[in-house]
Structure formats: structure tokens, C-alpha cells
């Protein structure tokens, strides 16, 4: 509704003396009326901007309070086998002398690519798996050892038993950190193809053994032994699957070769 304003006239003034004050208190008033509607439009926008802050905030809470529990095995290499079996492998010399120190128990087969240097592989419960995930956890080992890094396409992997594995050959000799004896029959998986599926789950991104099928992916690429840089690989993968190069890095074993 607009402001109305009375016009009082004096009579001690000219007509052109009280229209100029009319005209003064006019312009006043409409000043006033514009600066009320300012700071009522100012006022308007900070509640707005505060609302989004405290949105953005009530969001950040809400995702940090469903966020993820890392599991312990999140610190190797790993994961689930088609029959839902857990593989892990480390990273280095010393979480292969961790894994099998604190985590390689009764049932469970040990794995390993027949080279020297290379992740010592666990398969929980191996001595009950079949025989597919048998195959993706030993295509798995291979991956993720020096055939890798030298541009083999394949290698031979062999599993043991835990009363077959030890840090103490017969002969005396030293093992370096990260080696093991391995005493009696292996079983081998002779000329295992080294490919990974690299994609996107519901939990975020995994590498699997190609073996195990692209099913639990939303969208994968494979990857194989190439002539591609790990950093550049990794980056490309992350470009294709819209995730930071940081999510893909720890599943790319080195150089390597992609396809779609």
C-alpha cells in the first residue's frame, strides 16, 4: 500500500512556497520508503544466505555421520572373491610379514606369483573355496608382483598351505622381510593372465581380478600390463569414471594398458 501525504497549505506563503515544501517532504518520504524496502530486501537475503549455511552444514553432518568404518584389511590390497571370500595381499615386504604374522590362520591359503618380489596373497577360508575363486585370488597375486612391473602378460602362481609356510628353511639360509619357505606340494595355476577390473561400486571404486566379471560394477575398465604411466593411468581412469586420481592410484600396479 502506498504512503499518502497531506498537503497542508500555509497562508502566510506563496503558492510556489508551499509547493516546494510540499515537494520537499515528498522527497523525504520517498527516500525513507526506499531505504525501509533496502534494508527489508537486505534482510531477506541474509536470512536466505544463513539458511544455506546452516543446510550446507546439517548436510556435512549427515555424511560425516553415515560415513564408511575403514575395516581392518583396508589397509592392503583386497577384496571379495565371487563366493563372497575375503583376499588380501600387502603392499609391501613388511604387511606381507604382517599379514602373515597376525592375520594367515588355519583354513586359509597362501598365495604368490611364481617370480621373485610380489604381494603375499590370503584367501580366508581357502581350503573351503571353489575352485573359480581359487583362480581370481591366484590372478589377483599375479597382478600385483614383479610380472607386473616387467610387462608380462602372464605367470604361474601357486597356493600353500599355513603348516606349509615358514621363516625358517630347513637349509639355515637368510630370508629377506617379506619371504617365505615354502615347504611340500604348492598347488600352481599355470600361465595366469594379468588383468584387473578397475570400476565404480555402490561403496566406491575397486580393483578386481578380471575373473571375477564386471556384475558389481556400475561402470569398469580393464586394465592389463602396458606401456601407460601409473600416475597417467590412474588419472585417466579417474577422468572416465569421475573420481579423484587419489581413489584409483592404490589399484593400478604400474605401467599399464586400458580398455573400455
Same mark, same amino acid.
Given at each position: 500500500?502506498?504512503?499518502?501525504?497531506?498537503?497542508?497549505?500555509?497562508?502566510?506563503?506563496?503558492?510556489?512556497? &508551499?509547493?516546494?515544501?510540499?515537494?520537499?517532504?515528498?522527497?523525504?518520504?520517498?527516500?525513507?520508503?526506499?531505504?525501509?524496502?533496502?534494508?527489508?530486501?537486505?534482510?531477506?537475503?541474509?536470512?536466505?544466505?544463513?539458511?544455506? *549455511?546452516?543446510?550446507?552444514?546439517?548436510?556435512?553432518?549427515?555424511?560425516?555421520?553415515?560415513?564408511?568404518?575403514?575395516?581392518?584389511?583396508?589397509?592392503?590390497?583386497?577384496? &571379495?572373491?565371487?563366493?563372497?571370500?575375503?583376499?588380501?595381499?600387502?603392499?609391501?615386504?613388511?604387511? &606381507?610379514?604382517?599379514?602373515?604374522?597376525?592375520?594367515?590362520?588355519?583354513?586359509?591359503?597362501?598365495?604368490?606369483?611364481?617370480?621373485?618380489?610380489?604381494?603375499?596373497?590370503?584367501?580366508?577360508?581357502?581350503?573351503?573355496?571353489?575352485?573359480?575363486?581359487?583362480?581370481?585370488?591366484?590372478?589377483?597375486?599375479?597382478?600385483? @608382483?614383479?610380472?607386473?612391473?616387467?610387462?608380462?602378460?602372464?605367470?604361474?602362481?601357486? @597356493?600353500? *598351505?599355513?603348516?606349509?609356510?615358514?621363516?625358517?628353511?630347513?637349509?639355515?639360509?637368510?630370508?629377506?622381510?617379506?619371504?617365505?619357505?615354502?615347504?611340500?606340494?604348492?598347488?600352481?595355476?599355470? &600361465?595366469?593372465?594379468? @588383468?584387473?577390473?578397475?570400476?565404480?561400486?555402490?561403496?566406491?571404486?575397486?580393483?578386481?581380478?578380471?575373473?571375477?566379471?564386471? *556384475?558389481?560394477?556400475?561402470?569398469?575398465?580393464?586394465?592389463?600390463?602396458?606401456?601407460?604411466?601409473?600416475?597417467?593411468?590412474?588419472?585417466?581412469?579417474?577422468?572416465?569414471?569421475?573420481?579423484?586420481?587419489?581413489?584409483?592410484?592404490?589399484?593400478?600396479?604400474?605401467?599399464?594398458?586400458?580398455?573400455?
Amino acid at each position: 500500500m502506498g504512503m499518502a501525504l497531506r498537503a497542508i497549505i500555509d497562508p502566510n506563503k506563496s503558492a510556489y512556497e &508551499n509547493a516546494s515544501v510540499y515537494f520537499e517532504k515528498s522527497k523525504r518520504l520517498k527516500k525513507k520508503a526506499h531505504d525501509t524496502k533496502t534494508a527489508i530486501a537486505n534482510t531477506e537475503k541474509e536470512i536466505k544466505e544463513a539458511e544455506k *549455511t546452516e543446510a550446507k552444514k546439517a548436510a556435512k553432518g549427515q555424511t560425516e555421520g553415515v560415513k564408511k568404518k575403514r575395516e581392518w584389511y583396508e589397509q592392503f590390497h583386497w577384496f &571379495n572373491t565371487s563366493d563372497g571370500r575375503l583376499a588380501f595381499g600387502g603392499k609391501n615386504a613388511d604387511q &606381507n610379514e604382517l599379514l602373515v604374522k597376525k592375520h594367515f590362520e588355519k583354513d586359509d591359503l597362501f598365495f604368490h606369483a611364481d617370480i621373485q618380489g610380489g604381494s603375499v596373497v590370503i584367501l580366508k577360508d581357502g581350503n573351503k573355496a571353489s575352485e573359480q575363486s581359487k583362480k581370481e585370488v591366484a590372478q589377483f597375486a599375479g597382478c600385483f @608382483s614383479n610380472a607386473w612391473k616387467v610387462g608380462y602378460a602372464a605367470i604361474d602362481v601357486y @597356493s600353500a *598351505t599355513p603348516d606349509q609356510v615358514s621363516k625358517s628353511p630347513p637349509s639355515g639360509e637368510y630370508l629377506e622381510k617379506g619371504s617365505f619357505f615354502i615347504s611340500g606340494e604348492k598347488e600352481y595355476y599355470k &600361465n595366469t593372465p594379468l @588383468s584387473l577390473l578397475i570400476g565404480k561400486t555402490e561403496s566406491g571404486i575397486q580393483g578386481i581380478p578380471s575373473e571375477c566379471g564386471r *556384475t558389481r560394477f556400475s561402470k569398469a575398465f580393464e586394465i592389463m600390463p602396458g606401456g601407460k604411466e601409473k600416475e597417467a593411468t590412474a588419472k585417466k581412469l579417474a577422468d572416465e569414471l569421475k573420481v579423484r586420481k587419489e581413489e584409483v592410484l592404490p589399484h593400478v600396479p604400474g605401467k599399464s594398458a586400458v580398455r573400455g
